[in-house]
């Protein structure tokens, strides 16, 4: 009787599970589509924003990062030192 009893209890949970899983599933798997929809659009947003991609309207064609000119330090950093091999 203990064993019969057990095995409807198992049963009855793995059905309970499956009806459950049928009805988050599908609200889930949209939450997750959703967020990482809205994670690209985030990231594209702010790449446009920082100028990484610009798009020219006029003539329909796309164009890089916008070139920033950096300007060149003339002062030394560090000095070279030739180390040798000792044996």
């Known amino acids: 009787m203990g ?3 057990t095995l409807l209890i198992i ?3 793995y059905l309970l599970l499956r009806l459950i899983g049928r009805i988050l599933a599908p609200r889930l798997f949209r939450y997750a589509v959703k967020k ?3 994670r690209f659009q985030k990231a594209y947003e702010q790449g446009m924003d920082n100028g990484e991609t610009r798009f020219s ?5 796309i164009r890089g ?5 950096k300007s ?8 070279y ?7």
């Open 3 to 5: 064993f019969l009893k």
């Open 11 to 13: 049963i009855g949970v």
């Open 36 to 38: 990482t929809g809205d």
């Open 57 to 61: 309207g006029a003539d329909g064609e």
């Open 65 to 69: 990062p916008a070139k920033k000119n």
């Open 72 to 79: 060149a330090s003339s002062e030394k950093i560090g000095e």
């Open 81 to 87: 030192i030739d180390f040798e091999e000792i044996e």
